[in-house]
């Protein structure tokens, strides 16, 4: 295009006050022959946008420096359209909030930045997007029907988005389906799971599409262009979609691999998945001969933060076992429970529902397991006290139940391993190795990604298919393609509720970027087209 470049300066937040605005000026118009550069002294007010715009609309200006502040703020206020070219040189922040006024050094250091964005704006064209020959799909595929994936989806319905949910179960809900109630905001009492209305939303929304007793075969393409294969009950579908939401969600860690802890050997040893389908169905009894309950004893991190087994936290297993001895409260007032912890991990708000626990009455003893036996058809734990320092036997227990943690349902049972390149060190007499978590081949089938890295998505150390949970939320290693609720770490409801509701957004950012040509992921600002190799 033919450029007309305007180069427009602030003097407010001290830079006229430090820096020879006069010289600045000079530099736009007789180094670079600029033929527009005004001075204004709140450039990001009404009154200097509309300076900009009056230019804009009265002189044809279409390349516009503003010498102001940094880039990182008042973006929107300067955004003139994708038909002009804007290029911001930080003259508050990099300049005159670091360097002495008034010196020559900073003056220097002013000019120096306003002669790279001219410089720059000088060079700069505007950009021509990618335009596949195929028209870009902006529906969103959600994998997974629990609480994260029905979120996502309706959420994404919400913004005016299509939603294809594929669910491998045959109804919808995911572990909700086996809840009585939920621990969540305020975490003053257990509330309803909410699950029927919240399938029946999803269900009635004409923008859902749902996919029950079926699983994604093979995915292909890229954002805006993915090409979904899905099977179940017998048929085939496929359908086209912009972006791609997991939201596969956990299995309990196998609690038969826990046998020291009595899990398999009596009963009355039952996992928190267990005690929770049982209270789902009605009425808390021992498995054994279907007795009520009296006396029960809730075993926390059974099996995680040990190396041997599970080596992190899974969070919400303090305020789950919390959440079930009301149940046995609901059921018995009369009723005793014992929680055995390393450490109670309530985090933020839910600190209140362990307040409330402790005023119902429970008995939390500090300590672990060294002995589970049977006596007289009741069950006793030996453990150690740590706060008292000495060994303690708690006897005539009902129940015992083990909060056991979650696993991802990506990370595999068994380490796969494919052919080793060629001269690998660690690969076995039949030519294999090992696959590393980061990747594309040790995830469970999922996605069935025909990408030449790999089938599915890389994961953390511990099968968490992620980029950077903390700077880069619901990222994944595979552009346009996000992770939502307990696949991407362990979470409770309310967590994964906006995480899911996080993810959507994401995935439709995405659609938007890629339907213009944008980059999918700009950072700081950057506005720029990649060059897509297809």
């Given at each position: 295009?033919?450029?007309?470049?305007?180069?427009?300066?602030?003097?407010?937040?001290?830079?006229g006050?430090?820096?020879?605005?006069?010289?600045?000026s000079?530099?736009?118009?007789?180094?670079?022959?600029?033929?527009?550069?005004?001075?204004?002294?709140?450039?990001?007010?009404?009154?200097?946008?509309?300076?900009?715009?009056?230019?804009?609309?009265?002189?044809?200006?279409?390349?516009i420096?503003?010498?102001a502040?940094?880039?990182?703020?008042?973006?929107?206020?300067?955004?003139?359209?994708?038909?002009?070219?804007?290029?911001?040189?930080?003259?508050?922040e990099?300049?005159?909030?670091?360097?002495?006024?008034?010196?020559?050094d900073?003056?220097?250091?002013?000019?120096?930045?306003?002669?790279?964005?001219?410089?720059?704006?000088?060079?700069?064209?505007?950009?021509?997007?990618?335009?596949?020959?195929?028209?870009?799909?902006k529906?969103?595929?959600?994998?997974?029907?629990?609480?994260?994936?029905?979120?996502?989806?309706?959420?994404?319905?919400?913004?005016?988005?299509?939603?294809?949910?594929?669910?491998?179960?045959?109804?919808?809900?995911?572990?909700?389906t086996?809840?009585?109630?939920?621990?969540?905001?305020?975490?003053?009492?257990?509330?309803?799971?909410?699950?029927?209305?919240?399938?029946?939303?999803?269900?009635?929304?004409?923008?859902?599409?749902v996919?029950?007793?079926?699983?994604?075969?093979?995915?292909?393409?890229?954002?805006?262009?993915?090409?979904?294969?899905?099977?179940?009950?017998?048929?085939?579908?496929?359908?086209?979609?912009?972006?791609?939401?997991?939201?596969?969600?956990?299995?309990?860690?196998?609690?038969?691999?826990?046998?020291?802890?009595?899990?398999?050997?009596?009963?009355?040893?039952?996992?928190?998945?267990?005690?929770?389908?049982?209270?789902?169905?009605?009425?808390?009894?021992?498995?054994?001969?279907?007795?009520?309950?009296?006396?029960?004893?809730?075993?926390?991190?059974?099996?995680?933060?040990?190396?041997?087994?599970?080596?992190?936290?899974?969070?919400?297993?303090?305020?789950?076992?919390?959440?079930?001895?009301?149940?046995?409260?609901?059921?018995?007032?009369?009723?005793?429970?014992?929680i055995?912890?390393?450490?109670?991990?309530?985090?933020?708000?839910?600190?209140?529902?362990?307040?409330?626990?402790?005023?119902?009455?429970?008995?939390?003893?500090?300590?672990?397991?060294?002995?589970?036996?049977?006596?007289?058809?009741?069950?006793?734990?030996?453990?150690?006290?740590?706060?008292?320092?000495?060994?303690?036997?708690?006897?005539?227990?009902?129940?015992?139940?083990?909060?056991?943690?979650?696993?991802?349902?990506?990370?595999?049972?068994?380490?796969?391993?494919?052919?080793?390149?060629?001269?690998?060190?660690?690969?076995?007499?039949?030519?294999?190795?090992?696959?590393t978590?980061?990747?594309?081949?040790?995830?469970?089938?999922?996605?069935?990604?025909?990408?030449?890295?790999?089938?599915?998505?890389?994961?953390?150390?511990?099968?968490?298919?992620?980029?950077?949970?903390?700077?880069?939320?619901?990222?994944?290693?595979?552009?346009?393609?996000?992770?939502?609720?307990?696949?991407?770490?362990?979470?409770?409801?309310?967590?994964?509720?906006?995480?899911?509701?996080?993810?959507?957004?994401?995935?439709?950012?995405?659609?938007?970027?890629?339907?213009?040509?944008?980059?999918?992921?700009?950072?700081?600002?950057?506005m720029?087209?990649?060059?897509?190799?297809?």
């Amino acid at each position: 295009m033919e450029k007309k470049t305007a180069v427009y300066i602030c003097t407010g937040c001290g830079i006229g006050d430090a820096l020879d605005v006069g010289k600045l000026s000079e530099i736009a118009t007789d180094d670079y022959s600029i033929p527009i550069c005004k001075e204004h002294p709140f450039l990001c007010g009404p009154e200097g946008v509309e300076l900009i715009k009056k230019d804009i609309e009265g002189e044809g200006v279409n390349t516009i420096i503003i010498a102001a502040c940094s880039p990182r703020v008042n973006y929107d206020v300067f955004n003139f359209g994708q038909d002009k070219i804007v290029e911001r040189v930080n003259l508050r922040e990099q300049v005159v909030w670091m360097q002495p006024a008034g010196e020559e050094d900073t003056q220097m250091l002013a000019e120096d930045n306003l002669r790279m964005g001219c410089s720059k704006a000088n060079d700069t064209e505007l950009p021509e997007p990618f335009k596949p020959e195929e028209e870009i799909s902006k529906d969103i595929l959600v994998v997974g029907g629990g609480l994260a994936g029905l979120t996502a989806a309706l959420e994404t319905a919400k913004a005016g988005y299509k939603a294809v949910v594929v669910e491998k179960e045959d109804k919808l809900g995911g572990f909700l389906t086996k809840t009585k109630k939920l621990i969540t905001m305020p975490y003053k009492e257990l509330s309803d799971t909410g699950l029927d209305e919240l399938v029946k939303a999803v269900e009635d929304n004409p923008n859902i599409k749902v996919y029950t007793s079926s699983t994604v075969e093979k995915v292909s393409g890229a954002p805006g262009l993915f090409s979904v294969e899905i099977k179940g009950n017998g048929n085939s579908a496929t359908e086209k979609v912009g972006a791609i939401v997991q939201a596969t969600g956990w299995v309990p860690y196998d609690a038969n691999k826990l046998d020291h802890l009595g899990y398999g050997k009596f009963k009355n040893v039952i996992t928190n998945v267990e005690m929770e389908e049982m209270a789902a169905a009605g009425k808390i009894t021992r498995p054994s001969d279907g007795k009520d309950v009296k006396n029960v004893l809730f075993v926390q991190c059974a099996g995680s933060r040990d190396p041997e087994h599970l080596p992190y936290c899974s969070s919400v297993c303090c305020l789950v076992s919390l959440k079930q001895a009301t149940y046995v409260k609901e059921q018995n007032p009369e009723a005793v429970n014992y929680i055995l912890y390393k450490d109670m991990r309530t985090l933020g708000q839910a600190e209140d529902f362990y307040k409330k626990a402790q005023l119902d009455g429970n008995v939390f003893i500090r300590g672990a397991v060294a002995n589970i036996g049977e006596e007289g058809g009741k069950l006793f734990v030996e453990a150690d006290d740590e706060l008292l320092g000495e060994k303690v036997r708690i006897e005539d227990l009902d129940l015992v139940v083990l909060a056991v943690g979650m696993v991802p349902t990506t990370q595999p049972e068994e380490i796969p391993k494919i052919p080793a390149p060629e001269g690998a060190e660690d690969a076995d007499e039949e030519g294999m190795i090992k696959v590393t978590p980061d990747s594309g081949f040790y995830a469970k089938k999922t996605l069935g990604l025909e990408y030449r890295q790999g089938p599915e998505l890389p994961t953390l150390k511990y099968g968490f298919p992620d980029s950077h949970f903390i700077c880069f939320p619901y990222e994944t290693r595979r552009t346009g393609i996000y992770t939502a609720g307990c696949v991407r770490r362990p979470m409770e409801t309310a967590k994964a509720i906006d995480d899911a509701t996080g993810a959507a957004m994401k995935a439709i950012q995405c659609t938007e970027a890629t339907a213009i040509g944008m980059a999918v992921h700009p950072r700081a600002g950057d506005m720029t087209y990649p060059e897509f190799n297809m």
